[in-house]
Structures are given as structure tokens and as C-alpha cells.
């Protein structure tokens, strides 16, 4: 079905807004899903805090443009599925990277993070990127672990005095 022209405007007016929030896109050829594995795919992108959509490409370019995805232009070329991770950089990734593994069909054409375009191999170390509360706990880690330090290193000489003492009693009473 052939979209009118308001249609289009309004699909390129949602997508560059998505775009100017995302923090990355990925693209990814879709040839040969069924209707059912997009669906599959639509609802794992709804809640993985991901925007997934199917546009054209020449509407794909006009609604990146003056986005930080606009490096994108070339790669987009074939029928493409555009991810873009809302919540945590790495979102979009993910979900394309596992949902690729159980559907061959789904392949990776090109990956964009701060506006540079990475190759498609580089969305393994995008999806790996931890999420914000990954990040958070192993921030607050790295935070704890000097003090924890500072709490047993002071706790150390009383506790060691503690041993020697007992040690002394022991050997009194047993003698």
C-alpha cells in the first residue's frame, strides 16, 4: 500500500524525532523474515526500551538528517529494519545481536554510536556495553572497594591483639 504524502511526512517527522533521542542505531537487512519473526522482533523491541521501525530508505534519509545518524546514508541500501536504543546504548544492539542468532535472515548492515558510523562486525562490542544499572553497580563497586580496605586494615590490629590474647589464656590454662 502506497503511503500519501502527509503519511510520509508524519513518518519522517517520528522517526528523526526518535533519532535526535537515540543514543545509537543499528541497521539491519530483514529479507526473508516472515511477518511473524518481525512481529516477534517488534514486541522484544518494545520491551527492551528499543524503537525499531521499517522505512524506506529515502525516507530513512531525509529523517536522519541533521541527526547524529546522518553518517548512516550510505549503508542504507536494501530492505532494512532501523533500531535505535532509547534507554542505554546498548539496547538496540542487543536485540538485533539475539534475535539474529535464532534467524540468519536478519543481518547487520551497519552500526552508528556519537555519530560515527562503525562497521557491522563492531555490534558485538556495542551490545556488550552494560546497562546503565550494570554500570551503576559497577561503579558503586569500584567506590566501596577502597573503604571496605580501610575497614579491615583498622580492624586488623585490635582483632589480631584479640587472637594473641586468647592464645596466652589458652596456654595458661593448659598448663
Known amino acids: 500500500m502506497a ?20 543514543l545509537s542505531a543499528v541497521a539491519a537487512e530483514y529479507r526473508g523474515l516472515a511477518a511473524g519473526e518481525m512481529d516477534e522482533l517488534r ?8 524503537y525499531l521501525r521499517v522505512v524506506k530508505n529515502t525516507l530513512a534519509r531525509r529523517a536522519l538528517k541533521g ?3 546522518e553518517c548512516m546514508d550510505e549503508a542504507l ?23 539474529s542468532k535464532g534467524h540468519d535472515k536478519l543481518v547487520v548492515k551497519a552500526v552508528s554510536v556519537g555519530g560515527q558510523l562503525l562497521p557491522a562486525s563492531d555490534i558485538q562490542r556495542l551490545a556488550d556495553l ?24 583498622l580492624a586488623e ?19
Open 77 to 99: 541500501v536494501g530492505p532494512l529494519v532501523l533500531g535505535f536504543s532509547l534507554e542505554d546504548p546498548g539496547s538496540a544492539a542487543r536485540l538485533i545481536k539475539d534475535f
Open 157 to 175: 590490629p585490635p582483632a589480631k591483639l584479640a587472637r594473641a590474647l586468647a592464645a596466652v589464656r589458652d596456654a595458661k590454662q593448659a598448663a
Open 3 to 22: 503511503l500519501r504524502l502527509e503519511d510520509k511526512k508524519t513518518l519522517v517527522a517520528e522517526v528523526n524525532e526518535v533519532a535526535g533521542k537515540a
Open 67 to 69: 541527526t547524529d545518524f
Open 43 to 50: 514486541k522484544n523491541a518494545r520491551e527492551g526500551g528499543s
Open 130 to 153: 552494560p546497562t546503565r544499572e550494570q554500570a551503576l553497580a559497577m561503579l558503586m563497586g569500584v567506590m566501596q572497594a577502597p573503604v571496605t580496605k580501610l575497614a579491615r586494615t
